[in-house]
Each structure stands twice: as C-alpha cells, then as structure tokens.
C-alpha cells in the first residue's frame, strides 16, 4: 500500500488532470509520435527547437495517470533547456524509474516518478513521453513504440 | 452437487498471497489456472511415461502412445465429434486458425471471394485471414455490431452472398462477452454454400459444444483457457473437409513415405502434426476436460452466471462505472471504463489488492475502436470464483475512485 502511494502522488493527480503544456504546437519544427501497443496509450509531442536549445514544447494525446503526468512534467522541465542538458535529464529519468536510485545530480519534478521502479509493468507509461522525445530530436519519422 | 469451496481446494495456486493479499483470480478469460489433476498428469508423463509418439517398438513408447491418443479420444468425446480423426493437437486457437486459413485457404480461395469475420473477432481471428485473403486476393467483409456488442443479423445476412467462401466467428467475445447465435449463424452460411469456422476459446468452458449438432465446419480451441496447459489446443475438422486439404506444416510423422522425388502424406490426423507433438501437454487437456465433466459443464455455468449476475449489481454501485459489453446473451465477462480514470491505473490500484484483472484492447482492437476507447478494464469467471471474489473486486474498485475522483 504504501508502494501505491509512492506511485501515485498528488503531483501525478494533479498533472493527470490538469495537464501542462497540452495541445498542438503548430509553429514546431520537430515532432513525433509515441505509442504504447500493449495498452493503446498514443502520445504527439512537438518542439521549438532554436539554437540547440528547446524554447516550446507541447504533448498531446491520451493516456493513464501515470503516462499523461510523467509527459506533462517532462514539457515543464525542458522548456528552455539545451539538447545536452534534455539528453542528461533522460538519462537520469530513465535511471530512476528503472532502478529507483535517484540520479546524482538534481531532476527537479521529475523525482516523484521514482516510485514507478516498484511497479516494473507501468515503466513503460512513464517512459513513453521520453522516447517520443529521442524520436523527435532525432528527427525520426517512425512512430516510437514501447515494445 | 456444486461445492465450489471443495473445487478452489483443486487448484493449488488459489491458496497464494500477492502483495500480502490472498489472491483475487479474475483473469480467466486471458487464462485458467490449472487444477491439482492437470498438473499431476502432466509431471506423470514425464515421471513414468516419457518417450515419444508414434515410434517406437518399445513398451515406453507404446504407453505414452497410448496416453497421448487417449487424450484426443476425450476432446472428441467431449465436442461430440463423429470421428477420432477430426481432432488435430495445435498450439492453441490461434494455431489451429492459422492451419484453417493457410491451409483450407490457399487450395480454395480466389480472387474476389468474400471471408466474413464479425467486427468482434480476437486479432486471433483476423490477421491470418488478411494474410490469405493477400496471397489470394479474397476480401474480408465485417460484421457489425451494435452499442450494446450484440452482431447485426440483418446485416449478416445481407452480407452473405454466393461470393462468401468462410465465415469466422467467434462464438463467445473475449472482450465482451457476448455469446453469438452461432447455430443459426451456421445455418445462414450453409444455405450460400460458406464454409464456418468457431472459436471457441472462450465458450469451451462455459458450454456444451457438440460440433455435429452445430454442423460447424471447423472448431477451434485453446488447453489453457479450459483448465488445462499451455501450448496445447485443438483443431476440429470435418473430415471430408480435412481430408482434401493440404499439409500445413511438413516434417515427421505426418508422412507415409519420402524420397527426394516425391513424399506422400499421412491419413488424418496425422498429416496436420508435424514433428514431436506436446504430448504431455496433451495429456493434461484430457485430463483438464475430465476435470470439467466431474464438475459438469451445466453446474459451472449456472455459478458464472449467478455471480456475473451480482458483478453486473454491484458495479450499480459506482455511478463512474460504464459496462462495454451488454448483450442479452453474455457470459462471464465483466469489461469497463471508469470516467475520469485509465484503466491501466485501475489496473495497478487492484493489484495492490491482490486483485488480478487484465487491462488494455484483449486482442480486439477493432472492438475498442468501434467503443472509441483506448482499453478496458476486464474481469473474468471462472468455476472458482466466489461471491467474496466480487465483493473485492469492488472494494478495491471502491478504493479507486477514492484516490481518483475525490
Ligand atoms: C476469442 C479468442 N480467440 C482466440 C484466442 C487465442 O488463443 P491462444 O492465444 O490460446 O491461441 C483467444 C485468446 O485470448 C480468444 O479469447
């Protein structure tokens, strides 16, 4: 139970239904798409990218609590960030919800997500938003898939 | 008479703990757990009788031979088929559809012909007819249905015509658990000259299927979802049917003799087993069906019903709660969307209750698009099942809208 509570704190309800960030970014040069088969979980993510730095950046799509928050502060958390600085904080998120170890330097919101490492089958939901991001910066234009 | 506390005593993983909670089994529709019987007659194959079918002079050989054959002797019996050699061991369901498809398709579809399937098929019983239907350049027409995942019969019979050469239907959804009206269905199809195929995944273990009395041409179904392993499934075919198909696989056992120049091919049903079959595998179905007539089909169905029944009353009882799935004819399948919450986090949030349940698009994700929903949450009877079953399942869905819709 109390892993549960881990999972799902009031900054994941609070992002779930109130998500930031969330629309269509019509002025983006970089965009891709995200998916998650298993459960039908889709994800479109745009970005501004200018200067290697990232200036906007939107998500759309539907997901469960955990996928529709983890996208929505993954966007707060890159807005204004450099290519270099985005690929060490997905680095260190994918650290921490895989092993639960917190990453040695600072994530910001993100660690409330550190909890999902006890719940190997919800990974994926909070991993989607940031692999649609690696496909998005890399310009791929193969929708991403969990599996 | 039905004692289901004495049947849970059968199945030894119903005594766990997940989470520290006693385990609230819900998923069957995805698979049963197996009684102490089917466990016991699958280790005795490899404890005392493990040697390989159909080869040897030995004795070993000889018994485990006669196990394996006495298996297909009791799926027969328990379908009702004529002949011993309509049934063909498969992987599962979607084996034994695949062999149809590749087999029955590639010799007789054309360009042009019609395969219908209904708009509630398992992906099980779509994709190998789109591969044939590309090979061949046959069509798949669809079924729909309605809100309540009822098929449209008007629409059924207007969609079959003399171009119709297979009509694909399950005969109980997966997702939904709809029950079709496939005796009638069947007589439709004859009347235009289709040939039908059942799955019966998920009817197999909630009705009596006799498949001469259905006059189905093929019936399709999966061990593990009846009680017994995975792995192992059935095939049935009407022999004339089997007879002038060709091979699906080739290898051992299902030849009479090869050279380089030319191999002839085994009787039935032989000539549809390729290679070393799961035989233990097999011998626990048999002993999974024996399970099932000990208990009685009728006995099982009449406790799934009432306690889909109390399901169906008690989800009454959180006014978030939407039932996918209505029809009048259903069967133990309880599927759902909550407002307001996934059902991926209903998912997690019952598990942490010891609760199992499945959760996403079941295979089916023509039935999701149709609904306009990404995934449901499903809950599924078995024989086991218990009142107190429910009643977590709804103290734990309770629980959910506590911490989501507060
Ligand atoms: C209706 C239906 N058909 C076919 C299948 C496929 O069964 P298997 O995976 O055992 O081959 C399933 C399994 O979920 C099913 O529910």
């Known amino acids: ?147 | 008479m039905f004692n289901v506390e004495q049947v849970r005593e059968q199945f030894p993983i119903l005594k766990s703990t997940v989470r520290g909670k006693p385990l609230v089994y819900l998923d069957n529709a995805a698979t049963t757990q197996k009684p102490q019987s089917v466990i016991d007659a699958e280790s005795h194959y490899y404890d005392a009788l493990n040697a390989n079918v159909h080869r040897g002079v030995h004795k070993l050989s000889q018994d485990a031979t006669d196990a394996f054959e006495k298996a297909r002797d009791t799926i027969q019996h328990f379908i009702g088929a004529q002949h011993r050699e309509e049934i063909i061991f498969t992987r599962g369901a979607t084996e034994a559809i695949n062999l149809v498809a590749s087999s029955w398709g590639r010799a007789n579809l054309q360009t042009g012909d019609e395969i219908l399937l209904s708009q509630m098929e398992h992906h099980a019983n779509i994709v190998p007819w789109q591969l044939i239907a590309e090979q061949t350049g046959a069509v798949i027409k669809v079924i729909p249905m309605d809100e309540t995942g009822t098929l449209n019969l008007t629409q059924f019979e207007a969609l079959l015509t003399p171009k119709t050469k297979m009509l694909g239907i399950t005969h109980v959804s997966n997702a939904l658990g709809t029950v079709n009206p496939v005796q009638y269905m069947i007589e439709k199809a004859h009347q235009v000259g289709a040939l039908v195929l059942v799955d019966g995944a998920q009817s197999i273990l909630h009705h009596a299927i006799n498949v001469v009395e259905l006059d189905c041409d093929f019936f399709v179904f999966s061990g593990h979802k009846l009680y017994g392993p995975t792995g192992i499934g059935a095939l049935y075919g009407k022999k004339h049917l089997l007879n002038a198909m060709p091979p699906y696989q080739a290898g051992g056992d299902m030849i009479f003799k090869v050279t380089f120049e030319k191999s002839t091919f085994n009787h039935l049903p032989y000539k549809f087993e390729a290679g070393t079959p799961h035989i233990a595998g097999a011998i626990g179905l048999g002993a999974a069906i024996e399970f099932v007539q000990s208990v009685g089909l009728q006995h099982i169905a009449a406790h799934e019903a009432q306690l889909l029944a109390y399901a169906a009353e008690q989800a009454k009882s959180i006014p978030q709660l939407r039932i996918v799935g209505q029809a009048k004819e259903k069967v133990s399948v309880l599927s759902f969307v909550m407002e307001g919450v996934h059902p991926h986090d209903i998912g997690t949030i019952l598990d942490s209750e010891g609760v199992a349940i499945r959760t996403g698009h079941h295979c089916a994700m023509p039935v999701m698009d149709f609904f306009k929903i990404p995934a449901t949450a499903r809950a599924s009877l078995a024989l086991y099942n218990t009142q107190q079953d429910i009643d977590a399942l709804f103290t734990a869905l309770h629980r959910v809208t506590e911490m989501f819709l507060k």
């Open chain 1, 1 to 147: 139970m109390s892993d549960l509570r881990e999972l799902y704190q009031e900054v994941i309800f609070d992002h779930n239904r109130h998500p930031r960030n969330f629309g269509k970014l019509v002025k983006a040069n970089r965009h891709a798409e995200g998916f998650n088969p298993l459960c039908g979980d889709s994800l479109d993510l745009y970005l501004i990218v200018d200067n290697d730095r990232i200036t906007d950046i939107k998500f759309e799509g539907q997901g469960c609590a955990i996928s529709t928050a983890s996208a929505s502060l993954m966007t707060e958390v890159l807005k204004g960030k450099t290519l270099t600085e985005a690929e060490q904080l997905f680095e260190g998120f994918h650290q921490m919800v895989t092993t639960g170890q917190q990453p040695s330097f600072d994530i910001g919101k993100l660690s409330v997500l550190a909890g999902v490492s006890e719940f190997p089958a919800r990974v994926k939901c909070a991993s989607l938003s940031w692999h649609t991001l690696h496909a998005a910066l890399n310009n791929s234009n193969q929708p991403v898939t969990t599996e």
